[in-house]
């Protein structure tokens, strides 16, 4: 099978070119065709050690296509056989950049590492010992404009979030003390004050209400011991991998996937979704990792190859799935596109539809929901970290 | 896609720097050029993006709501063009983790494709371009203990080094032993004291070495920015590495 494939036709002949072509182009539609199992859903090559832009499926295609001129031209180099490279059409080279080294160096240099108009003019005043007021050339103005027409911005200079409370998110606040104690519902809820904060400091297990540490990790020992194995993966991480995640040596590393019916019955599932459990070498519990954030609210997708449950940088926070373009799982759940089994959804959603399809201000656990969704839509919300260590009797 | 990412991985990228030799024959031209990888000696992938480059490329992608620099090489993704030098990087970083699962061995000066599963080539290229904290350093190609990529081929001996115009020029006793059979040959400069330690190399930047040119059987030049400086006698050793190329890796050019 090709998998669609537009191989280039090979200008080289020869048999060890002949072979090493067979053999690229069978790897290459062997990783295109294995490439949901072993690197975007299999733990052992996650999506996310890969550099950019190698995360994505159909931009690997494209480098593997035309990479097969390049790597058979050196196999037949090596093979040392006579004759001819190829001819190439040097008429379509690719563009050269209209401005020279030097050209370049002087204009990226002094217009500084800011992203506002008045910044980098002042930058490039300073820098070029203008005096005020700034004249730039039209050529700069023409390059600002299209800058920022495009709109490329620095997270750091984002509106700070309003970072208090509503009087409705406050009396729920209130009221968490009436919780079932048995839930974790209070550990939830302790967990959204700090995320509707605007407090990204790491959850710990000292963060906990009183007494809520050994049940959570009783109702985690008893998912690890009882719950179907298909909910359960385990992480082939390295000594240094597990060191990420506060696990030793001896430990071992588990994905647990809590949207099941063993997660709810155990409280778990809206605590947590998804989470990495780490166990001892006698298969007890001792810690929990995950990140608290919503596809209805604010996600973050760590960029700086940190794990789940340590700080983060805040360029790292993003718009939920829901507001972004998803496909639909057959449960409905919004998952990234192109995931198999699922379907297109219309785009992204809009956020007011969200908060009323899927929340509601007063019924059971959609209270979060809702009050998540609500606070997106003022353009509040900070995932937390969340690294609770167990002690084990 | 892109136009000029269309032209770049369809077309090579040429430098007729130093070594193009240009023949007339009748009414045709040749021109033998070399042509190499951009970085002719690592495995390294290029993806890497320094941290003001990263600083800026993050602020974007946040502002696209995106947690990809770069997920499409389409004209829908416009915002996401890195310029067709750094799609040409993509391309040599692909086509090497290609090389390097396919190919027997350490995959240098070799044609044989290697025995082993589609599953284990498929974990070699992979874990080329892999981050660096995810690589699996105990197979291919990042094997430690020196039997990886980086593995040293031979030490040689400097005993006189000076610098021209940004070249470094070594002579070596005894002589280097680096057949011009290849042209794929690098070096590590691990000299002692003084002056002679401006022409080391860094194994943190280049963990194969720089490129070498060999000059003849006691000497060899590399780059090497710094001032002019007259033949040093030096002491110390260096590392013979092997990068990419082969027996002959001149890319042949023909107008008619």
């Given at each position: 099978m090709s998998y669609n494939f537009d191989w280039p036709e090979i200008p080289f002949t020869g048999a060890e070119v002949t072979a090493f072509v067979n053999a690229y182009k069978g790897l290459a539609e062997s990783i295109y065709e294995n490439w949901f199992d072993e690197v975007e859903y299999d733990s052992e090559y996650h999506t996310s050690y890969l550099e950019n832009p190698f995360t994505n499926r159909e931009v690997i295609k494209e480098l593997l296509t035309y990479g097969l001129i390049y790597a058979s031209f050196i196999i037949k180099q090596r093979s040392g056989g006579g004759g001819p490279g190829t001819n190439f059409d040097l008429s379509a080279s690719p563009y050269r950049p209209q401005l020279s080294d030097a050209e370049k160096t002087y204009v990226i240099g002094n217009l500084g590492c800011v992203f506002t108009p008045e910044a980098m003019k002042s930058a490039w005043q300073r820098k070029t010992g203008g005096t005020a007021p700034p004249r730039l050339s039209d050529a700069v103005e023409d390059l600002l404009d299209d800058l920022f027409n495009n709109g490329p911005t620095d997270p750091e200079t984002q509106p700070p979030q309003d970072c208090n409370l509503t009087a409705r998110e406050a009396i729920y606040d209130g009221l968490v003390p009436l919780l079932p104690f048995t839930t974790f519902l209070r550990s939830k809820a302790a967990l959204l004050k700090r995320y509707l904060t605007c407090d990204n400091s790491v959850f710990t297990e000292d963060d906990l209400p009183a007494g809520q540490a050994n049940s959570m990790r009783d109702a985690l020992q008893d998912f690890s011991d009882h719950a179907p194995d298909q909910y359960k993966t385990p992480l082939n991480l390295t000594t240094e991998q597990k060191a990420q995640y506060g696990a030793g040596p001896t430990d071992t590393v588990w994905r647990y996937d809590f949207y099941n019916p063993a997660g709810e019955s155990r409280n778990l599932r809206t605590l947590f979704g998804v989470a990495v459990v780490i166990k001892n070498s006698s298969g007890q519990v001792i810690g929990v990792r995950d990140d608290f954030d919503f596809v209805y609210g604010k996600e973050l997708n760590r960029t700086d190859g940190s794990v789940a449950g340590t700080p983060y940088q805040s360029s790292d926070v993003g718009n939920g799935l829901y507001y972004k373009d998803h496909w639909l799982d057959l449960d409905k759940q919004p998952v990234p596109v192109g995931t198999p089994g699922a379907t297109p959804s219309n785009g992204p959603g809009n956020p007011q539809d969200i908060r009323d399809k899927n929340t509601n201000p007063i019924a059971g656990d959609e209270v979060g929901r809702w009050t998540v969704a609500t606070a997106y839509e003022n353009g509040r919300g900070t995932p937390v970290p969340i690294s609770i260590n167990f002690t084990n009797p | 896609m892109l136009t000029s990412y269309s032209l770049a991985l369809k077309h090579l990228s040429l430098n007729t720097g130093a070594g193009v030799t240009n023949i007339s024959i009748g009414s045709s031209l040749?021109?033998?050029?070399?042509?190499?990888?951009?970085?002719?000696?690592?495995?390294?992938?290029?993806?890497?993006?320094?941290?003001?480059?990263?600083?800026?490329?993050?602020?974007?992608?946040?502002?696209?709501?995106?947690?990809?620099?770069?997920?499409?090489?389409?004209?829908?993704?416009?915002?996401?063009?890195?310029?067709?030098?750094?799609?040409?990087?993509?391309?040599?970083?692909?086509?090497?983790?290609?090389?390097?699962?396919?190919?027997?061995?350490?995959?240098?000066?070799?044609?044989?494709?290697?025995?082993?599963?589609?599953?284990a080539k498929r974990k070699i290229f992979y874990n080329t371009l892999y981050k660096e904290r995810y690589r699996d350093k105990t197979i291919k190609p990042w094997v430690n203990s020196g039997i990886g990529w980086t593995a040293t081929h031979s030490i040689v001996n400097p005993v006189f080094v000076s610098r021209t115009s940004n070249i470094a020029i070594v002579t070596t006793s005894p002589a280097h032993g680096m057949t011009t059979a290849y042209d794929d040959w690098g070096i590590v400069m691990n000299l002692n004291t003084g002056i002679a330690t401006s022409f080391n190399i860094s194994t943190s930047t280049y963990p194969n070495g720089v490129p070498i040119k060999i000059v003849d059987a006691n000497t060899f030049t590399y780059t090497n920015v710094g001032i002019n400086t007259t033949a040093t006698a030096v002491t110390g050793t260096a590392d013979v590495k092997v990068g990419w190329g082969g027996t002959s890796i001149n890319l042949h050019l023909y107008f008619t």
């Amino acid at each position: 099978m090709s998998y669609n494939f537009d191989w280039p036709e090979i200008p080289f002949t020869g048999a060890e070119v002949t072979a090493f072509v067979n053999a690229y182009k069978g790897l290459a539609e062997s990783i295109y065709e294995n490439w949901f199992d072993e690197v975007e859903y299999d733990s052992e090559y996650h999506t996310s050690y890969l550099e950019n832009p190698f995360t994505n499926r159909e931009v690997i295609k494209e480098l593997l296509t035309y990479g097969l001129i390049y790597a058979s031209f050196i196999i037949k180099q090596r093979s040392g056989g006579g004759g001819p490279g190829t001819n190439f059409d040097l008429s379509a080279s690719p563009y050269r950049p209209q401005l020279s080294d030097a050209e370049k160096t002087y204009v990226i240099g002094n217009l500084g590492c800011v992203f506002t108009p008045e910044a980098m003019k002042s930058a490039w005043q300073r820098k070029t010992g203008g005096t005020a007021p700034p004249r730039l050339s039209d050529a700069v103005e023409d390059l600002l404009d299209d800058l920022f027409n495009n709109g490329p911005t620095d997270p750091e200079t984002q509106p700070p979030q309003d970072c208090n409370l509503t009087a409705r998110e406050a009396i729920y606040d209130g009221l968490v003390p009436l919780l079932p104690f048995t839930t974790f519902l209070r550990s939830k809820a302790a967990l959204l004050k700090r995320y509707l904060t605007c407090d990204n400091s790491v959850f710990t297990e000292d963060d906990l209400p009183a007494g809520q540490a050994n049940s959570m990790r009783d109702a985690l020992q008893d998912f690890s011991d009882h719950a179907p194995d298909q909910y359960k993966t385990p992480l082939n991480l390295t000594t240094e991998q597990k060191a990420q995640y506060g696990a030793g040596p001896t430990d071992t590393v588990w994905r647990y996937d809590f949207y099941n019916p063993a997660g709810e019955s155990r409280n778990l599932r809206t605590l947590f979704g998804v989470a990495v459990v780490i166990k001892n070498s006698s298969g007890q519990v001792i810690g929990v990792r995950d990140d608290f954030d919503f596809v209805y609210g604010k996600e973050l997708n760590r960029t700086d190859g940190s794990v789940a449950g340590t700080p983060y940088q805040s360029s790292d926070v993003g718009n939920g799935l829901y507001y972004k373009d998803h496909w639909l799982d057959l449960d409905k759940q919004p998952v990234p596109v192109g995931t198999p089994g699922a379907t297109p959804s219309n785009g992204p959603g809009n956020p007011q539809d969200i908060r009323d399809k899927n929340t509601n201000p007063i019924a059971g656990d959609e209270v979060g929901r809702w009050t998540v969704a609500t606070a997106y839509e003022n353009g509040r919300g900070t995932p937390v970290p969340i690294s609770i260590n167990f002690t084990n009797p | 896609m892109l136009t000029s990412y269309s032209l770049a991985l369809k077309h090579l990228s040429l430098n007729t720097g130093a070594g193009v030799t240009n023949i007339s024959i009748g009414s045709s031209l040749t021109i033998f050029d070399m042509q190499n990888f951009n970085d002719p000696m690592n495995i390294i992938p290029s993806s890497e993006l320094n941290s003001s480059c990263s600083r800026y490329m993050i602020g974007r992608s946040s502002a696209f709501e995106d947690n990809q620099y770069i997920t499409s090489l389409d004209l829908e993704s416009p915002y996401h063009d890195v310029g067709y030098g750094k799609i040409q990087e993509y391309l040599e970083d692909v086509t090497k983790a290609m090389l390097l699962a396919i190919l027997d061995g350490d995959s240098k000066r070799t044609t044989t494709v290697g025995i082993g599963s589609s599953y284990a080539k498929r974990k070699i290229f992979y874990n080329t371009l892999y981050k660096e904290r995810y690589r699996d350093k105990t197979i291919k190609p990042w094997v430690n203990s020196g039997i990886g990529w980086t593995a040293t081929h031979s030490i040689v001996n400097p005993v006189f080094v000076s610098r021209t115009s940004n070249i470094a020029i070594v002579t070596t006793s005894p002589a280097h032993g680096m057949t011009t059979a290849y042209d794929d040959w690098g070096i590590v400069m691990n000299l002692n004291t003084g002056i002679a330690t401006s022409f080391n190399i860094s194994t943190s930047t280049y963990p194969n070495g720089v490129p070498i040119k060999i000059v003849d059987a006691n000497t060899f030049t590399y780059t090497n920015v710094g001032i002019n400086t007259t033949a040093t006698a030096v002491t110390g050793t260096a590392d013979v590495k092997v990068g990419w190329g082969g027996t002959s890796i001149n890319l042949h050019l023909y107008f008619t």
